[in-house]
Nanobody, 127 residues
Framework: QVQLVESGGDLVQAGGSLRLSCAASGSTFSSYAMGWFRQAPGKERDCVAAISSSGSRTNYADSVKGRFTISMDNAKNTVYLQMNSLKPEDTAVYFC????????????????????WGQGTQVTVSS
């Protein structure tokens, strides 16, 4: 079992930047592929970024490509989401998710692949 705690959400103006952090505990972090999802009111929870457990492969939603960067620090058991050039449409609750996997080079960008979730952190982008 792994426990996930997100932080870093805030209110920011359009064009600004935020870095979200997701601290993992309770299990071997390097055995988990990680993902960042977001959910706006009345909408589905969608993957914005995913990273393989090795950190060697990443995947991004088209809407955030070139603006968001996912990374992981195995020494700190933490995965990050650097968000630049934020837009009002990026406003949502952002969730960190973990999937235990034996495939170090695989990432997963569907919510149904993940068994562990954090509680979420609110990101609000004002226009």
């Amino acid at each position: 079992q792994v426990q996930l705690v997100e932080s870093g959400g805030d209110l920011v103006q359009a064009g600004g930047s935020l870095r979200l952090s997701c601290a993992a505990s309770g299990s071997t972090f390097s055995s988990y592929a990680m993902g960042w999802f977001r959910q706006a009111p009345g909408k589905e929870r969608d993957c914005v970024a995913a990273i393989s457990s090795s950190g060697s492969r990443t995947n991004y939603a088209d809407s955030v490509k070139g603006r968001f960067t996912i990374s992981m620090d195995n020494a700190k058991n933490t995965v990050y989401l650097q968000m630049n050039s934020l837009k009002p449409e990026d406003t949502a609750v952002y969730f960190c998710a973990a999937k235990r996997t034996a495939y170090s080079g695989s990432y997963y960008n569907t919510r149904y692949a993940y068994g562990f979730w954090g509680q979420g952190t609110q990101v609000t982008v004002s226009s």
